[in-house]
Each structure stands twice: as structure tokens, then as C-alpha cells.
């Protein structure tokens, strides 16, 4: 679908039935060359779907000058591999940040990790055991970065006519970048800003981001303001008044900040029994596969560490117990 002149977006298929495709957005700069933003999941049909919608529009995978990557989750960057060996010369751009994250987390047993994560923050082994596996997730490849260009907040990228600027904007991971072109008013927010859903803001299993809901809050702070034309995601639809949705995101956490505090009366709670207890668009929490019980969990404990950093609530660490959170 063309967006304006020189710029369009192209769907392909996800993994998931409540988000059944992810968004790249294809520019071109009149010499032949194009720059992608994102490319979608690894699969067989998402690589054929890039592919077919690439030639509809007159490109070839060889015609690509840049890949620019919002952040490191797989229905983003999962296609690098496979564009690669078509096409060896394109330049990928990554935050510094999110590389250095990436790289750090490699040739980890994350599964056995994030069980006994998840038994810290009170699930039981057995619950673990016999919770719905997710293997789509599991059996996704990850693409090797190789020679990545990286950049950083403000950093400026020209492209034929286009002038990309790049904004860090960590919160729904670490390293996660936002693309603002100037010239045309236009923001590219991968999963930072959506128009629909809340993007998942979690901690993560080593303790090296406990305040990703701060960074999260900060970060969409930071972008309310940029005088935007048009809303680019990487999910549902674009729209927009950028201003509008930042402020409907705010409200969201506020709201939902507030109704993690109102479970904590005279007792202590683990992470997954609050939950358990608050409310989720997508069911109930006991009826999650692992993997989005890890999330949810992922989600609960961002919230829990926010009210302890905001003396609202107490952490105790119980050492190899069981973390506890409680009213100070």
C-alpha cells in the first residue's frame, strides 16, 4: 500500500491469530535503490509474501540499500538472514544499544532461565510443567547481525530526499528505535507507539532492566511533542495524532499501575499471583501458554518495580526464595 509518493508499506503474515501480520515500510529514494524499515518473521510465507509485494511495487531484494531495525524481536529482523543470501551488500542499521543488549544475551539456555525466573516470582514447577508449550516462538530462527552500522538518539541518516532522524525510545526493549523523517513529518514507531493495543513492557530474566517501565514512560514523553503528519507501526494501522495515543498510553500505565496497588491490603504478593488477580485483553491469565505467562509476568513485575522506585510498594527479596511485594 502506497503511504505518499515513494513511500509504502507492505504486510506480511505473523505467528499469531490476535496479530496476523507485522508492517515494514518500503522507501525509495528515484535511483533504483530502496531503504526498509523492519522486515518481518523469517517463515517461508512472510519471506515469499516480502518478496511478491516487493516486485508489485518494482523492487527485488538485490535493489535494497538499508535495513533499519527497530528492535530485535523476531517478526522485526527475522528475515535478515534470508535477505542476505540474496542480497550480501545491504548496509543493516541497529541501535547501539540494542546490539550491545543482543549480543550480550547470546548462547543462553533461556528456556531453564525463564522457568527458574518464573518459580522466583511464584509459579509452581509443576504449573510450568503442564502449561500449553508455544513452540511457533521456540522454533523461530534468529539472524546473525553481522557487520551492523550503529546509531544512536539524534543520529541522522540521509537517504536520496529522505532525512532520517533516530530516536531511542527504550522501554519495549532496550535498544528500541523510533525513525522520524523530517521533511515529511513522518514517525516510524515499530511496537512503541500502537493504535490499538498497549505493547508489552517487561523486565527481564537477568535483572538488567527493572526500570523499563520508567524508561517506557520517558520515552513516550519524549516523542509526544514531534510535530508528526502521519503514524507509522509496525502493527494494526497507521494513523494520526501521535499526541493523542501517547497520552491514551499514559493513562493506560497510570490506570493500570493503580489497580496492581489496589490488591495490596494487609499481605504480601508474588508477582504472578497479582497476575493472576488483574485483568488482561487477551483472557485469563491460568488459560496463557508459557510463553504469555512470562510475559504477563514479564509485564506485572514492571509495574511492581515502578510503585517500589515510587516508594508505593516494598520488594523483598527472599534470596533463593521467592520474591514478595508488599505495602511498605
Known amino acids: 500500500m502506497q503511504i505518499i509518493s515513494d513511500l509504502h508499506q507492505i504486510k506480511t503474515s505473523m505467528v499469531r491469530p490476535h496479530l496476523p501480520y507485522v508492517m515494514c515500510y518500503v522507501f525509495e529514494d528515484r535511483s533504483g535503490k530502496i531503504t526498509l524499515f523492519d522486515t518481518g518473521f523469517g517463515t517461508d510465507t512472510a519471506f515469499s509474501e516480502l518478496k511478491d509485494k516487493l516486485y ?23 528475515m535478515l538472514s534470508r535477505i542476505r543470501e540474496v542480497n550480501p551488500s545491504f548496509k543493516l542499521i541497529i541501535s547501539e544499544k540494542e546490539y550491545n543488549w543482543l549480543s550480550s544475551r547470546q548462547n543462553r539456555d533461556w528456556q531453564t532461565l525463564g522457568n527458574q525466573w518464573l518459580q522466583k516470582h511464584g509459579m509452581s514447577l509443576e504449573e510450568i510443567n503442564n502449561s500449553e508449550q508455544d513452540t511457533q516462538w521456540k522454533n523461530i530462527e534468529w539472524p546473525q547481525l553481522k557487520n551492523p552500522t550503529l546509531v544512536n538518539d539524534l543520529d541522522i541518516l540521509q537517504f536520496g530526499e529522505w532525512e532520517f ?43 538488567k532492566n527493572n526500570d523499563s517501565l520508567i524508561q517506557y514512560i520517558h520515552s513516550l514523553e519524549k516523542i509526544e511533542n514531534y510535530e508528526t503528519d502521519i503514524v507509522l507501526p509496525a502493527h494494526e494501522f497507521s494513523f494520526k495524532n501521535l499526541k493523542q495515543r501517547v497520552k491514551e498510553l499514559l493513562m493506560h500505565h497510570q490506570e493500570r499501575l493503580n489497580e496492581h496497588l489496589m490488591l495490596f491490603q494487609d499481605k504480601s504478593m508474588t508477582a504472578v499471583d497479582v497476575a493472576r488477580e488483574i485483568s488482561w485483553n487477551t483472557g485469563s491469565f491460568d488459560n496463557f501458554n508459557l510463553m504469555m505467562k512470562r510475559s504477563a509476568v514479564g509485564e506485572t513485575v514492571a509495574h511492581l518495580e515502578y510503585l517500589v522506585a515510587k516508594n508505593s510498594l516494598e520488594k523483598i527479596n527472599g534470596g533463593h526464595k521467592q520474591v514478595v511485594w508488599s505495602l511498605p
Open 165 to 207: 532522524k533516530f530516536l531511542d525510545t527504550p522501554g519495549h526493549t532496550i535498544g528500541h528505535l523510533c525513525m522520524y523523517e523530517v521533511n515529511k513529518k513522518i514517525m516510524l514507531t515499530g511496537d512503541h507507539v500502537l493504535p490499538h493495543i498497549s505493547p508489552n513492557v517487561s523486565v527481564d530474566f537477568e535483572g
Open 56 to 78: 508489485d511495487i518494482g523492487y527485488k531484494f538485490t535493489d535494497i540499500e538499508n535495513i533499519i531495525i527497530s528492535h530485535t524481536h523476531p517478526d522485526h529482523m527475522g
